[in-house]
């Protein structure tokens, strides 16, 4: 299974740069994509089913969404929308393959500067704020949907490498901590930049419950300038899933 998380900058409705976007996509062969930032004219049918966040004043423009997952029609039934915290800024589906049962959860954890709905918010209160609802979603769908593998990409705004210095040591322990008591693990932690010499370092993670975290068999991470055109100011990410593993 093959797993891919990219933030692709607001695109507009009408930017020619969207079916770059969308070939580059489909060239990865993914069987789940989650994009943030993203437009409903990045668009992955006939081939995937794609559900997207609920307007947002914070993405105003025509066709604009927080986040979207998409999912390959040939790998998996889509059972059901799940309602999160803020629909405008996390979209939740969950999901059947071969007899397995997923939930997948995308959204943006906001950066540092971002000010609330009143415009008051002091630096890296949202950031911290909106780890909270996060961490109390997944508890409760950990809660409710115990036998599910829970899979959580999305914007994080954080690097999480060890060497990147975006995110202080407050919010990025808040993250960890809720991830940990929700047993995911964030598989895309390792320092791109030292091992594959990317010109930026991560903020984009994909986490995953231990069965799924132990089937992984590659993390590879990706310029968002592709051919010499930019099409985005965010590294992609793609995490490759052993399917004997997470079966066993």
């Not at 397995?100 to 949202?126: C, F, L, M, N």
């Not at 047993?183 to 320092?191: F, I, P």
């Not at 986490?207 to 992984?216: F, N, R």
């Not at 899933?241 to 997470?246: N, S």
Request: hydrophobic share 35%; charged share 25%.
């Amino acid at each position: 299974m093959r797993i891919v998380n990219w933030n692709v900058e607001r695109p507009a409705i009408s930017s020619p740069k969207n079916a770059m976007r969308i070939q580059h996509l489909l060239n990865l062969q993914p069987d789940i994509v989650v994009l943030t930032e993203t437009s409903k004219s990045v668009d992955l049918s006939p081939n995937f089913s794609g559900r997207f966040c609920s307007p947002s004043p914070r993405k105003p423009r025509e066709g604009e969404a927080v986040a979207a997952i998409w999912v390959r029609n040939d790998r998996f039934k889509v059972i059901q929308p799940i309602q999160t915290a803020d629909p405008r800024e996390a979209v939740c589906v969950e999901l059947e393959s071969k007899g397995q049962h997923y939930i997948v959860y995308g959204s943006i954890i906001p950066y540092h500067g971002a000010k609330g709905a009143d415009g008051k918010s002091t630096r890296w209160q949202e950031h911290k704020h909106t780890i909270r609802w996060h961490r109390s979603d997944w508890q409760k769908l950990r809660s409710q949907y115990p036998e599910h593998h829970l899979i959580a990409a999305g914007d994080y705004n954080q690097h999480r490498d060890g060497v990147g210095k975006y995110g202080t040591i407050e919010v990025r322990r808040l993250l960890t901590d809720a991830l940990h008591i929700c047993n995911l693990n964030c598989v895309t932690e390792q320092d791109f930049v030292a091992t594959t010499g990317l010109s930026r370092r991560n903020l984009d993670h994909i986490c995953l419950t231990d069965k799924l975290a132990g089937a992984v068999t590659d993390v590879l991470a990706w310029e968002g300038t592709i051919n010499g055109t930019r099409l985005s100011d965010h590294n992609g990410i793609t995490v490759e899933l052993d399917d004997t593993a997470i079966a066993g």
